[in-house]
């Protein structure tokens, strides 16, 4: 046991100590948010803003009207074309336009589905259906006019409507924006934690592999230390990183209440949080985070530490051992989306109960709450299950890596490591 | 007393015997070497005796008691032929991980990491990552940490190959050393001049069983073919179907005879002088161990094939 602690000190030490760890623990929670803005931005910049002829058989488009809704809404220009229409079907961007519209003479009651936005080039429909909404607005307009309802009329019409959305009787915290919000983002932080410190646990095998360091190791500790060392410290990195993560949200909050902002960005985080903070359980929820990413890693770590031990330095073998283990792993956050649509589900009721899903979606239906969503007998199943899951994973590993560590050559296949963690002694 | 007596050990792997029904004694304070060829089993017999593998029969008694791997393992240094280090770790944690692996506390560890360092002078290397060492460099500091926790029992696999003659020396004085401290030391190797120089006993395994066993002068003495040189000035020497012995070999003024079974270098000595042969110098011709090796191995494919084992 002391040779493991051992070990566990050095593993933690030199991966918290290389610069990448201080570097990724920064840069993730940066990324994060950049990638969330990025996106928004990159969808709005995508847009484009089109110049639009206008030729009108109908005689319901009139210039001022097409002048008054340009001057609200700029996201596209629509011009009224008359004298110039040939010219602009003949060649219209000669004229200065990314395409036109012809709109037929048509009766004010009907309208018409049969619109087209003629252009040289194709234009997704983010772009057309500004356009359109554009179109529709006038057309409102045009229609009230015909109707004659008046701007107070027209108030009414706009304003008033009836809202749905599902309200939880048994639990009145329960907020269905904020579960999702809050499963997506677990299940998403597990994912990623399997996936990269998974991958690392490989790579240091092969490391200790390839360097023949293991056979130096080997003569001084057993192998199911070896590799239990390796997976406890390379975990206490990973938890070490989430807990920085935390303390780096709970700062920014606490910095945000104290400054005191209440309007901008700050004030609106601020508000969330304490949003979130009311409308969940969060000592349950950070507890299952803790166990079910602990009890995670253990699952999947030490079988991409069995494969780690299994190959040589080639990082294609590792690949292609690892790719059905890897493939776990993502059909698990496929069945995350379902169960966060749907979190009481055959399939995510399942999913949430076998071993290898049940990390990811597990931690994504929890938000939605316990023991309404999820009844405790599912989430006790779920975490014994899960126990059992890794006490095997672990043991089987360890029968792979006291054989594999020390074979050189050839690239076993899933059949023969099989044989390795089966046979005696 | 023995500090390591192997009793008919056997491994079998899938497609070969590694080790079929090896048994040997080594001797505290001795430096014994292992010898054979390539794939001779020499890593397996090794890698059970570090407590790596488990034999799938056999007894291993390791300073008079049964081994026992898990707490014996503190006992031993085994510096494996692949040189093994972390590549990216300071110099002297790593010294620092393998002695603390070892059982040692840190202060102790520290005290002896320090002592060696000095003696091999090694001080200014603390810092450094194993990255930045040469090959020979490396081999030094593999050799400290195989030492470090003053093992019973060392067990060097190829250690100076990649040195260069001064550190082979060093090296070579070290193992002279720590066998007076009482360590003993079992000494892997192809290269026979090297075993002549400094075992005292031999063993050479080939195909998984042990052909060869003694000391260092026995296995010479049983080896040899009475084979003498003889410095003369006279240019001929002649053997006639009486004399005593036959001439094998000549060169200039000197000639290699073999003696005849039932006779003595005495008959021979006598032989010569009675034809007024003038002798400078009279030596009996041992074969190298090289020679032995050659001798007993050869004949033997130089690979091992691959076969069914049923055992």
């Not at chain 1, 009224?80 to 336009?97: F, N, P, R, S, T």
């Not at chain 1, 003569?219 to 990195?237: A, E, N, R, T, Y």
């Not at chain 1, 004030?267 to 299952?288: A, E, K, W």
């Not at chain 1, 938000?367 to 672990?394: C, D, E, H, K, Y």
Request: with cysteine; net charge positive.
């Amino acid at each position: 046991m002391k040779k493991t602690w051992i070990i566990i000190k050095r593993e933690y030490l030199t991966r918290v100590r290389k610069k990448t760890f201080i570097i990724s623990t920064l840069l993730f929670p940066l990324l994060y948010i950049l990638l969330i803005f990025g996106m928004g931005y990159i969808a709005k910049e995508s847009v484009q803003n089109l110049k639009v002829a206008i030729i009108d058989s109908s005689g319901y488009f009139t210039a001022e009207k097409l002048a008054f809704q340009n001057s609200i809404d700029k996201s596209s220009t629509l011009l009224l074309v008359k004298e110039e229409a040939q010219k602009v079907i003949a060649d219209h961007q000669a004229e200065g336009y990314d395409g036109y519209i012809i709109i037929p003479a048509m009766n004010w009651q009907t309208g018409t589905d049969s619109l087209f936005f003629k252009a040289n080039k194709s234009y997704g429909s983010s772009s057309t259906t500004l356009v359109e909404s554009k179109l529709n607005r006038i057309w409102n307009e045009i229609k009230n006019d015909s109707l004659q309802i008046d701007g107070e009329k027209q108030k009414i019409l706009a304003g008033s409507h009836l809202g749905l959305s599902s309200k939880n009787i048994k639990d009145e915290r329960a907020n269905v924006k904020i579960a999702e919000g809050i499963g997506y983002v677990s299940g998403l932080l597990i994912y990623f934690i399997l996936l990269i410190y998974g991958s690392q646990v490989m790579m240091g095998v092969m490391e200790e592999k390839t360097n023949r360091i293991a056979e130096v190791l080997v003569s001084s500790v057993k192998p199911f230390q070896m590799m239990l060392g390796k997976i406890l410290g390379i975990g206490l990195v990973a938890l070490t990183q989430f807990f920085l993560w935390i303390a780096f949200v709970l700062i920014v909050y606490n910095i945000g209440k104290a400054t005191g902002g209440t309007d901008g960005i700050t004030g609106q985080v601020v508000g969330n949080m304490q949003n979130l903070f009311s409308s969940v359980d969060v000592p349950l929820i950070l507890f299952c985070f803790g166990f079910y990413f602990l009890a995670g890693f253990f699952f999947y770590s030490s079988l991409y530490g069995a494969i780690g031990s299994a190959v040589n330095e080639d990082m294609r073998e590792a690949q292609s051992l690892s790719f059905p283990i890897t493939m776990l792993v993502i059909l698990s956050i496929a069945m995350m989306s379902a169960a966060i649509a749907n979190p009481t589900s055959p399939l995510a009721v399942w999913a949430s109960i076998i071993p290898f899903s049940s990390p990811i979606v597990m931690m994504a239906r929890i938000p939605f709450g316990v023991p309404n969503t999820v009844p405790w007998w599912q989430l006790g199943l779920s975490m014994a299950l899960l126990i059992l899951g890794f006490v095997f994973t672990v043991w089987f590993a360890g029968k792979i890596y006291r054989t594999g560590i020390l074979m050189y050559g050839k690239k076993p296949t899933w059949k023969e490591m099989l044989r390795w963690a089966f046979r005696k002694n | 007393m023995p500090i390591l007596e192997l009793q008919n050990l056997k491994k079998y792997f899938a497609t070969q015997k590694a080790v079929d029904d090896i048994s040997l004694n080594v001797e505290k304070g001795q430096i014994f070497g292992l010898l054979g060829p390539n794939g001779a089993g020499k890593t397996t017999l090794i890698r059970m005796i570090t407590g790596i593998f488990y034999p799938d029969e056999g007894n291993i008694i390791f300073d008079g008691k049964k081994f026992d791997p898990i707490n014996d393992v503190a006992y031993i240094g085994y510096m494996p032929e692949e040189r093994g280090l972390y590549k990216k770790m300071k110099i002297g944690e790593q010294a620092m991980y393998l002695a603390q692996l070892k059982g040692l506390s840190h202060k102790e560890a520290m005290e002896k990491i320090k002592k060696w360092f000095i003696r091999f002078e090694m001080e200014t290397w603390w810092n450094k990552k194993v990255e930045d060492l040469s090959k020979g460099m490396g081999q030094k500091l593999q050799f400290v940490t195989t030492v470090l926790h003053e093992p019973k029992l060392i067990i060097l696999d190829e250690p100076f190959s990649g040195l260069d003659p001064v550190n082979s020396n060093l090296i070579k004085d070290e193992i002279f050393h720590l066998a007076q401290a009482g360590s003993t030391i079992i000494f892997s190797t192809h290269r026979m001049e090297q075993v002549e120089e400094i075992c005292d006993h031999i063993v050479l395994v080939n195909k998984g069983k042990k052909i060869l066993d003694g000391t260092v002068k026995q296995v010479k003495q049983d080896f040899k073919e009475n084979l003498f040189s003889i410095g003369t000035d006279q240019t001929t020497i002649s053997a006639d179907a009486n004399a005593p012995f036959e001439i094998v070999g000549a060169k200039d003024h000197s000639y290699v005879v073999r003696i005849k079974s039932g006779n003595s270098p005495n008959d021979v000595l006598r032989h010569l002088l009675q034809q007024n042969i003038s002798i400078h110098s009279f030596n009996e011709i041992l074969p190298s161990l090289n020679d032995i090796f050659i001798k007993l191995v050869e004949g033997t494919p130089t690979a091992r094939q691959f076969q069914k084992v049923t055992a």
